[in-house]
């Protein structure tokens, strides 16, 4: 048995039992090895996506740098076995500025990017972030900061947009109609989830703003709001709003609905509101689509 020396970090790893490496015979030079995914052949079908997910990566959303999260696709010809993964981080790499800024501007140049080098006619992302924005207090006006979960899906087909969405998360505070219907003093109430996810008409022009207007549509229609910091008469005034506008998950979703239906770069939208029940051990959840 060969004696290791344990006072090395080879010795070590040999102890442990790593082995030296062979002598290969394979190329080791790019030009010389062979490049399976550009294989040319009947493969029998034509693939709708093939891609990356899951992939975590900086992200500029709004005012702040947070973390995004990430999916991009690309389609793939019947006659080719696959695609080089390699470029779709290259070409998320072209639009890092500290990170990727999350719109549909940003998003649109790394798919013409991703496009024109995997040459194919379609390619597709989904990015999803916090956004964080500053919010005051409704009374003594002390801002903190408060947060919403967005997404942005883009999908292109040569030069043409083929699907645009819009997503988000928000959080709002709801008050059971029933409870206060039904008690002689009090209410009970709970945290709801907002979640909407809009298909945006691809020709229509989306205001600067989209992303404020969006969530405070989804607040406005709750009970009350949540806020970073609340003080004493702050936190009257929000219980209150939420006593004086007892929401079922039914009523707040049918109420954002209406205000969705009237936004005019608005082609249809998936919507669903869930409240974490305070005197239940379940969840109560209201879901509805529509398209114009």
């Known amino acids: 048995m060969e004696q290791l020396d344990l006072t090395t970090r080879e ?123 500053p919010k005051p207090s409704p009374g003594t006006r002390l801002s903190g900061m408060a947060h919403a979960d967005v997404e942005y899906a883009l999908k292109i087909d040569g030069d043409g947009v083929q699907q645009k969405k819009l997503g988000m998360t928000a959080m709002v505070t709801t008050l059971c109609p029933c409870s206060k219907e039904i008690s002689e003093y009090s209410a009970h109430n709970q945290r709801g989830y907002v979640k909407v996810l809009l298909d945006i008409d691809p020709e229509a022009e989306l205001p600067e703003d989209h992303k404020e207007q969006l969530y405070q ?31 079922f998950v039914e009523d707040l979703i049918r109420l954002i609905a209406y205000d969705l239906v009237e936004l005019d770069w608005v082609k249809g939208f998936e919507l669903e509101c869930r409240n974490e029940e305070s005197i239940h051990q379940h969840d109560a959840f209201s879901r509805m689509s529509y398209q114009k």
């Open 11 to 133: 010795g070590r790893f040999k102890h442990f039992g790593s082995v030296d490496p062979i002598e290969g015979k394979k190329p080791t030079e790019k030009e010389c090895m062979a490049d399976l995914q550009s294989s040319k052949k009947d493969f029998l079908f034509e693939v709708d996506s093939v891609g990356i997910n899951n992939l975590s990566y900086p992200v500029v959303i709004g005012d702040y740098q947070s973390v995004g999260t990430f999916e991009l696709a690309t389609s793939l010809r019947r006659d080719e076995k696959g695609i080089n993964m390699s470029r779709i981080l290259e070409s998320l790499e072209t639009e890092n500025d500290r990170g990727v800024s999350l719109d549909f501007t940003t998003l649109g140049n790394v798919l013409k990017t991703l496009r024109t080098r995997m040459h194919q006619e379609e390619a597709e992302i989904t990015g999803t972030g916090k956004w964080y924005f």
């Open 217 to 247: 549509l989804l607040e406005i229609n709750a009970s009350s709001q949540l806020y970073p910091i609340l003080k004493r008469t702050d936190e009257k005034m929000v219980t209150e709003r939420a006593y004086e506008n007892p929401r």
